[in-house]
């Protein structure tokens, strides 16, 4: 298997060599609005984001959030300051194809406010606010009380799921301008427990508004692998526990309980999946395309899925053994009938695009699954720990497989839903941030 690292050098654009290390550029991300043409200057918006670059779903929350700055405050000004210590020379080739004048900071805090670098001081000098983008939980707390307690700096958490971090995120999701949560659940814990942000509720993951399109490596891949539109559905696996010991930039230490775990439910999650491939390539002579979001899910992919299916199905799957970035995954998506597995962003990638998608959770997983029933998805949401739901996960497969027309509907009805709460949860965005620059 690949490793990331040669997957970069191969892919990363030559002109992003130089992007990479220009930490900050001079113009704003977005045109901006008459008050500004007249001599003010626009909203400075620090972005903290981009906490993984191992999974595409975590990589997605950056794009999706400057798409929906773009549209609901397009008078700002964005710098983005990746949570993770380096940012792959692909991911910002990714983000400066879509987002041409974005600023991009890197660096640390420590707990007096000084910055390992100068771009980074200088960006947070400049901020008028600082947002913290949708995750599995608000990651950068620590970050946020510097930004507040050392700087008296306002900021606001979107579409995070809450729980993760115990006494620190509470506190500091009290200090807030407002706090969205991406699933119900998260919203209730936060109340239950006594977070008081002037502003508290329930808005979906970021990633529903994700924009960002490879077409021409998408097209290069099917074409590849024989893969009609339409003629196709998406198979994503996983562990029960991430395997974050396999991930070489972190250099975490392996986890012998969350290994024996997965070992010991790797078949009982993935004879569902492979039941649901048998029955769709069977009775629709649809291929299945078994792909990732995080990339120790390629070998699992194989061992789990393909190497276990019958003779006769094998001939219709397509495992995709190398590693892949947000914006080719996604144009992939859009030219399929549908996915399904047990990941969350690929789904959400899907519907953002109106493409059907069914979520398989189980115990070791957050709450952020509850965003399928949140945005009336029930039907397609299954707790794998309940042999019941497993019971209809193939039926439910097949029904989406062969009914494309009704489960576009479907799907497009969550889409239409999904961003119209975003939308609401945005214009609060845009009015914090304008209020605050008023008062600056």
Same mark, same amino acid.
Request: aromatic share 10%; hydrophobic share 40%; glycine share 4%.
């Given at each position: 298997? &690949?490793?990331?690292?040669?997957?970069?050098?191969?892919?990363?654009?030559?002109? &992003?060599?130089?992007?990479?290390?220009?930490?900050?550029?001079?113009?704003?991300?977005?045109?901006?609005?008459?008050?500004?043409?007249?001599?003010?200057?626009?909203?400075?918006?620090?972005?903290?984001?981009?906490?993984?670059?191992? %999974?595409?779903? @975590?990589?997605?929350?950056?794009?999706?959030?400057?798409?929906?700055?773009?549209?609901?405050?397009?008078?700002?000004?964005?710098?983005?300051?990746?949570?993770?210590?380096?940012?792959?020379?692909?991911?910002?080739?990714?983000?400066?194809?879509?987002?041409?004048?974005?600023?991009?900071?890197?660096?640390?805090?420590?707990?007096?406010?000084?910055?390992?670098?100068?771009? #980074?001081?200088?960006?947070?000098?400049?901020?008028?606010?600082?947002? *913290?983008?949708?995750?599995?939980?608000?990651?950068?707390?620590?970050?946020?009380?510097?930004?507040?307690?050392?700087?008296?700096?306002?900021?606001?958490?979107?579409?995070?799921?809450?729980?993760?971090?115990?006494?620190?995120?509470?506190?500091?999701?009290?200090?807030?301008?407002?706090?969205?949560?991406?699933?119900?659940? &998260?919203?209730?814990?936060?109340?239950?427990?006594?977070?008081?942000?002037?502003?508290?509720?329930?808005?979906?993951?970021?990633?529903?508004?994700?924009?960002?399109?490879? @077409?021409?490596?998408?097209?290069?891949?099917?074409?590849?692998?024989?893969?009609?539109?339409?003629?196709?559905?998406?198979?994503?696996?996983?562990?029960?526990?991430?395997?974050?010991?396999? *991930?070489? %930039?972190?250099?975490?230490?392996?986890?012998?309980?969350?290994?024996?775990?997965?070992?010991?439910?790797?078949? *009982?999650?993935?004879?569902?999946?492979?039941?649901?491939?048998?029955?769709?390539?069977?009775?629709?002579?649809?291929?299945?395309?078994?792909?990732?979001?995080?990339?120790?899910?390629?070998?699992?992919?194989?061992?789990?899925? #393909? @190497?276990?299916?019958?003779? @006769?199905?094998?001939?219709?799957?397509?495992?995709?053994?190398?590693?892949? #970035?947000?914006?080719?995954?996604?144009?992939?998506?859009? *030219?399929?009938?549908?996915?399904?597995?047990?990941?969350?962003? &690929?789904?959400?990638?899907?519907?953002?695009?109106?493409?059907?998608?069914?979520?398989?959770?189980?115990?070791?997983?957050?709450?952020?699954?509850?965003?399928?029933?949140?945005?009336? #998805?029930?039907?397609?949401?299954?707790?794998?720990?309940?042999?019941?739901?497993?019971?209809?996960?193939?039926?439910?497969?097949?029904?989406?497989?062969?009914?494309?027309?009704?489960?576009?509907?479907?799907?497009?009805?969550?889409?239409?839903?999904?961003?119209?709460?975003?939308?609401?949860?945005?214009?609060?965005?845009?009015?914090?941030?304008?209020?605050?620059?008023?008062?600056?």
């Amino acid at each position: 298997m &690949s490793t990331r690292r040669n997957f970069i050098k191969q892919s990363a654009l030559t002109a &992003s060599g130089a992007i990479f290390f220009q930490s900050v550029f001079s113009s704003p991300l977005f045109s901006c609005d008459e008050g500004d043409k007249r001599g003010k200057s626009p909203r400075n918006i620090l972005l903290r984001s981009g906490w993984q670059v191992e %999974n595409i779903g @975590d990589i997605a929350h950056t794009p999706a959030m400057l798409a929906l700055i773009e549209k609901y405050i397009p008078n700002a000004s964005v710098t983005f300051w990746p949570y993770y210590h380096v940012l792959p020379e692909n991911e910002v080739a990714m983000l400066k194809k879509r987002f041409p004048n974005l600023k991009i900071v890197e660096g640390k805090l420590d707990a007096q406010g000084k910055a390992t670098t100068t771009a #980074l001081q200088e960006a947070i000098a400049n901020a008028d606010f600082m947002l *913290h983008n949708s995750g599995p939980a608000t990651i950068g707390w620590a970050d946020l009380n510097i930004f507040k307690k050392v700087f008296k700096k306002p900021f606001g958490v979107y579409g995070v799921t809450y729980g993760l971090y115990g006494t620190p995120e509470k506190e500091i999701l009290s200090d807030a301008e407002f706090v969205y949560f991406r699933d119900s659940v &998260s919203l209730q814990k936060a109340k239950d427990a006594g977070i008081h942000a002037p502003v508290m509720g329930f808005t979906p993951d970021a990633v529903f508004s994700i924009d960002v399109t490879d @077409d021409e490596k998408a097209t290069q891949f099917l074409s590849a692998n024989n893969l009609a539109v339409e003629k196709f559905m998406c198979c994503i696996p996983k562990h029960r526990s991430t395997p974050m010991w396999l *991930h070489k %930039n972190k250099n975490r230490p392996f986890d012998a309980v969350r290994n024996a775990r997965n070992e010991e439910m790797k078949e *009982h999650d993935h004879i569902p999946l492979r039941n649901a491939i048998i029955e769709v390539v069977r009775k629709t002579k649809m291929k299945i395309l078994i792909c990732h979001e995080d990339e120790t899910e390629m070998q699992i992919g194989k061992e789990w899925l #393909l @190497d276990k299916l019958p003779e @006769d199905v094998k001939p219709n799957i397509v495992w995709r053994n190398t590693p892949w #970035l947000t914006d080719e995954a996604i144009s992939i998506y859009k *030219h399929s009938a549908g996915l399904f597995g047990a990941e969350m962003h &690929s789904p959400i990638m899907c519907i953002a695009h109106g493409i059907p998608a069914i979520v398989v959770r189980w115990e070791e997983q957050s709450s952020k699954g509850i965003m399928w029933n949140d945005i009336g #998805l029930s039907d397609w949401l299954f707790d794998f720990d309940k042999e019941e739901e497993i019971k209809r996960f193939v039926p439910t497969v097949l029904a989406m497989a062969m009914d494309t027309k009704q489960s576009k509907a479907k799907a497009g009805k969550a889409k239409k839903y999904a961003q119209e709460l975003q939308r609401k949860s945005m214009k609060v965005v845009e009015k914090t941030s304008r209020s605050l620059r008023k008062n600056a």
